[in-house]
């Protein structure tokens, strides 16, 4: 099997805090996450796909073809932006690693037969680094 | 159990195919298909899959692993322009996808029967690499 992994990085901040819970559990559980005023990283996104290079171009996909779909569907949202405010999926989600991970897998899994057409490469593996000792990564089928 | 060797080369190379016009090349291969050609600093990961020899605790001896990668992948392929003078490049456009995969093909025979490939991982740059596994 051939795969093509791309890194991408984008810049936000975020505030871990479940509203269901008490001050007192929210700062127990999320720490320094748990500031009220927020924090930000330098994430990281890898995005994997999987799929037999082309006969003729050589290509699993045209790199122009995917930076663009991450650029125009994830990039645009999250860059620059405290994700609890500004990207409505995290009105009411924890933006935890695991669910910006989770959201930009959805993101990209329900965007990517409209942007790739017929195309059979296929969108295999998200990856997010929030920082350099921290990352979660999910398959996507 | 797997260990991973790491190398790396710099190659130059050009992406583009002469069937196709300036504009196609630019749609399909970006800056890659520069008719002049550019290079990269490649990072290739070799995985080799074994038991661990219970004498010498080893998968593989590494410097068994280096040598072989040395001498199949680095020594032809370091300071080359890949499209002139790693075949069969002359002919098949050296893509990321193809390279990793000719890179599998030129080491996948070199392992004695109890070892085997298991990834060949290779960045062309830090944001960019492709894996080919069995």
Redesign the interface.
Known sequence: ????????RFSASHRLHAPTLSAAENISLFGKCNNPFGHGHNYILEV?VAGE?DA?????I???RLDRLVEDKILRLFSNRYINLDVAQFADLVPTTENVTHVIANLLKREWRNHMGESTVRIAKVRVEETGRNSCETCVN | MLITRKAEFSASHI?R?DSLSETENR????EESHPNGHGHNYILEVSVEGEVDPVTGMVMNLKELKDILEKEIVEPMDHRFLNREVPPFDK???????L??EIWRRLENQFPARLALARVRLYET?????????
């Open positions: 099997m051939t795969t093509l992994t791309r890194l991408y994997t290079p003729v171009s050589g290509l699993v045209p790199i122009s | 992406c195919l749609e399909i291969f970006g098949v456009v050296p893509t990321t996808a193809n990793a995969r830090a944001d960019l690499f492709v894996d080919v596994t069995p």
